[in-house]
């Protein structure tokens, strides 16, 4: 993700109407790329938008000559060390207060504080291999600018809290200004520039896109057909530590399973520009493995490679993917630089054969509770392996919300995520796990700085956009939840944790029900596809279309059981015993839903208090509820005013608050 022309005419300083604080925008993409052009020609791609691979000096040459890299005009391919440089020399000249002033010889002596000197040097340096490596390095060293001040003046007390007029009050000098505009300015860089390239993009899929095949064992060993889905879990599980690569989950690939099978029309199905498939062979005591990544528009094989490792040796396989994704291979899909040090490894070998073993088991509630118990054992034996952590978790979660788990189950899942994170703190599917557990707890606040905070960290990350749009979903803002679940669309529609099919909720309120269908269709199969597809159909009154969708048939979701048995006999006969033992839940918005299927049903004495419950826990429903055709019936009763008014002040509290947030943030 490159700007490519970074310099001060293109970095706006806004202040708002009521005087408040200045926010700094980027402009001017004209000159920006999505991808590095090495990363698109390993794809085979010539052109991404109006940017051409070819004649890469001329590309380079873009910007403007002041702020461009010194190896730009060498002739040398933009990379994101470019836009360091473009940024150390707007920070240079920022500090001396001269946009005129070029970075020349003897600049050191205009500098005074030598923090700023040593960041200013390393940004703006002439090798790009000394440089900070992206944006987000040098926001993340402008940012501790106050903490390594007071080190080095001795104020902080042995790395604890800062001694009385130290830090900030420091930073009320000639430093402040500059030091404000370029940590937002690198702070945002990557988030502005992705979100124009994306934005102004044509709906298709992303060039790099991949989606991982079942490997074929092509050996008599059938205890080993577990590795048939296990290894394709793991290379996308390594892969989803790189980035700009959006990986297909195994829900969507895992169904591909027959040999011989037609690569181009797979991968035009699953709309990705690259296939992995392989297969794998015991021979004697050594497993031998084949991993092949396809160019889905030529069909043609692009990478290719065959390693063997000792058949009793899981993590010594495990790592050899690594090896192998991470390198060679990520590089020739056009992933970027690893985002950690992808997590935490194995170091029991029956432990990770339980992993695995779980790994290739569909996320079922038929089988969970046997799929839970080998997990469990899996981390008795090795605590600190992240992952089988996180898989866990999950587990917890689908008995939890979607069988008969309930409290305890979901506290298991609270335990084993934070766990995960302890042990992977760069891991963006358990944060975002986490971050829904706290929106389903009611904490919307706390959801809203996780989930900020994720989009900062990653992005370029379906799943941090998939998991902000629900924040703003709980908090009642529509219009901003339909904006973030639109550019995790567009950014990868089959994420790594739960997919986007809960975006459907948000398009539903908001009456576009066909875009609804859109993000439902992401998960065709499932009951929550049919639970939310029928009341989508019901808002929309195509009633004949609904009634063949038939019941979900979820134990926690009865009110969707009842929904076509009160739309075909108005009566409420028998309905009330059935409501008298709905299943109240601890996630505010299966309350509210559910509330607005009972109010469909004509239940509004059930239907009131289930209202009631999701306001107080933070399901703001403001202003969907004005507008919801199934709380019509509930509208002109005097409880709902009181419940309106307390939905208006949920929503206002969560914009002051996220307000004090960006303002903090621009200190």
Known sequence: MLHRDLKPTNVLILSSKDGGKERIKVADFGSSSLLEPSRLKALGITSLGSTQTTDHLSQSLAGTFLYLAPELLSGSVATAAADVYSLGIILYQLVIGDFRKPLSAGWERTIEDPLIREDIATAASGDPAWRFATAAELAHRLCSLEDRRCIETGLFDKGQNRQKGSGRSRLKTRWRRPWIVLTSLAVMLTLAVF???????????????????????????????????????????????????????????????????????????LKVASIITGHFIQETSYLRLTIEAINVKTGRVFWRDTFTVPARSMIEMRQALIDRTQGALGAALGASALTSDAGTHPTNEEAYYLYLRAAAVPMDTAVNKETIAMLEKSVGLDPDFSSSWLMLGRRYYLEGRYANGGSTMMRHFQTSIERAIALDPSSIAAAANLTVLHLEQGELTKALREGEDLVRRRPDSADAHHILG???????????????????????????????????????????????????????????????????????????????????????????DMLPICEQNRSTSGLHAAAANLHVSQDPEANYLAAANLAYCGLTDQAMPLLKRAVERNYCSYPARDSDPFLASLRMLPQFAVIRKAGLACQQNFIAVRRSIEEQRLK
Not at 507 to 518: H, I, P
Not at 523 to 530: G, L, T
């Open 195 to 269: 979100r124009f390239c994306v934005q102004s993009s044509e709906p298709n899929p992303l060039l790099n896109s991949v989606a991982i095949l079942p490997f074929q064992n092509v050996g008599s060993e059938h205890a080993l057909d577990f590795l048939s889905q296990a290894v394709p879990d793991e290379i996308a599980t390594s892969l989803s530590y790189t980035r700009s690569l959006a990986v297909r989950p195994s829900v969507e690939t895992g169904k591909y399973t027959q040999s011989g099978l037609d690569v181009q029309y797979v991968g035009n199905q």
């Open 470 to 560: 629900a924040v703003f979903r709980y908090a009642g803002l529509l219009e901003d939840s339909s904006r973030e679940c639109e550019l995790a669309f567009r950014l990868d529609p089959y994420t790594q944790t739960a997919g986007l099919r809960s975006c459907a909720i948000v398009f539903s309120l908001r009456g576009k029900y066909d875009r609804a269908k859109d993000y439902l269709n992401l998960d065709p199969n499932s009951d929550f596809h049919k639970a939310i597809l029928l009341t989508t159909l019901l808002r929309e009154g195509r009633t004949r279309e609904a009634l063949q969708v038939g019941t979900p048939k979820i134990p926690q979701w009865q009110s969707y």
